[in-house]
């Protein structure tokens, strides 16, 4: 243990990985600030839950408009449609600053209760077995794995029903002009991802190549003994990552969720059908919480980028160079991802969608259903089994090869 961190020092000292951390959490924070300028709006939010309930009804959007209305008497008008029709700029600027945020705290209110009272018209529209002709449609399928997409547009329908059904998609959550799913798993959590890939490439070639960049090797593996130090090297390599990974998510999450109240939407569903950024909602394949969907993002990327850590440290040995192996990594994932536009046989499609640099870029999309080979039942446990499987091979071998090989 004690060989073990003293190549952790290696990295946890290098000023190389230390600058570069800070100038990536800096850039973060910065970014979350930049983005806040709604921030308040979303409080609405809180208090429609913390007022009426997580989710709603036809009666709660009835008592809502009533206490709406009674807000619009006291100001003066009549109902609460015609109150914000006749509210011109004019008359906006003549209020009183008190006035004018009564005034805007009621226009939010009144456009959820629209929103939520033109949900389930518009939400039981969604057609999930024409998007499966389409598909079919558009992707030339070979036999058994067109019989396999439609058994998984099936299931998907199922839970469709189930959300419809259970009104699931009936709970209160920011509207989907606000992006705020996207803003925190599309945009954040995909930037931690990409400053988690570049930093833990590096730490990794840093531990295993050092001693070749410092001209140490012939000292420390000349003996039975000091081979043995690529172990060490191995397990300080996921040790590191693991520190890394928590200080950059940890502080620039935490920034988020202060900057972003989230308090009274932590247990909404993550199909909440007001959670609708495009032409779909995200219709999960299980009714998983917020709370809970961040959590499983978390772990996935966290074991994604331990799996890049293993992928680094196995081509390090072949390489020897720290900088080489960064730049072959970084290519390698960037290959994974965009060669499979190019196959045009289905199958090795369906296969090439199972990488892990998709599951670095889509973080908003999993588990979710939707008309993308991804997009299907457990694809990311499966990818994640698949690639662990490989790197853990992949590292072995290595260390096998390194055992074997002349120190040169």
Not at 258 to 272: F, G, R
Not at 318 to 341: E, G
Request: charged share 15%; net charge negative; with cysteine.
């Amino acid at each position: 243990m004690h060989i073990t961190w003293l190549e952790m020092k290696k990295v946890l000292l290098s000023p190389d990985i230390l600058v570069l951390l800070i100038l990536m959490i800096v850039f973060n924070i910065f970014t979350i600030f930049d983005e806040s300028y709604y921030n308040e709006e979303l409080q609405i939010v809180n208090e429609i839950i913390e007022t009426y309930g997580l989710s709603f009804d036809d009666e709660i959007l009835q008592m809502m408009e009533q206490d709406i209305d009674q807000m619009v008497i006291l100001l003066g008008g009549t109902n609460t449609q015609n109150f914000l029709d006749e509210m011109t700029f004019e008359k906006y600027d003549k209020a009183s600053t008190k006035e004018r945020q009564q005034i805007d705290h009621i226009r939010l209110l009144y456009t959820y209760i629209q929103a939520a009272k033109e949900l389930e018209e518009r939400y039981t529209a969604i057609n999930i077995n024409q998007l499966k002709d389409d598909f079919v449609k558009e992707e030339n399928m070979t036999s058994w794995l067109e019989k396999h997409m439609s058994n998984e547009f099936d299931n998907w329908q199922a839970r469709f029903d189930q959300i419809v059904v259970t009104n699931e998609y009936k709970q209160w959550f920011f509207l989907g002009e606000y992006h705020m799913h996207s803003g925190l798993f599309r945009s954040l959590m995909k930037n931690l991802a990409f400053e988690g890939v570049l930093l833990i490439i590096l730490l990794t070639a840093l531990i295993t190549n050092y001693e070749f960049e410092n001209r140490t090797q012939l000292v420390t593996y000349a003996t039975k003994i000091g081979r043995r130090l690529i172990w060490h090297k191995r397990m300080a390599s996921l040790v590191c990552s693991l520190i890394v990974i928590g200080i950059l998510f940890g502080l620039s999450l935490a920034t988020y969720f202060v900057v972003n109240d989230y308090s009274a939407v932590w247990q909404t569903y993550i199909s909440s059908g007001l959670n609708w950024e495009s032409n779909l909602p995200y219709i999960t394949w299980w009714a998983i919480p917020l709370w809970q969907y961040l959590l499983l993002v978390i772990s996935i990327l966290i074991v994604v980028l331990l799996i890049i850590s293993m992928m680094t440290f196995a081509i390090s040995v072949f390489v020897k160079n720290s900088y080489f192996t960064w730049l072959i990594c970084v290519l390698a994932l960037m290959a994974i991802y965009v060669v499979p536009f190019y196959f045009t046989n289905s199958t090795l499609l369906w296969l090439m969608y199972f990488n892990i640099t998709l599951l670095l870029l889509n973080p908003h999309m999993y588990f979710s259903g939707g008309t993308t080979f991804m997009m299907s039942q457990y694809h990311e446990v499966w990818t994640v089994l698949l690639w662990l499987l490989l790197v853990i091979i992949g590292s072995f071998g290595a260390i096998r090869y390194f055992n074997r090989k002349d120190v040169v």
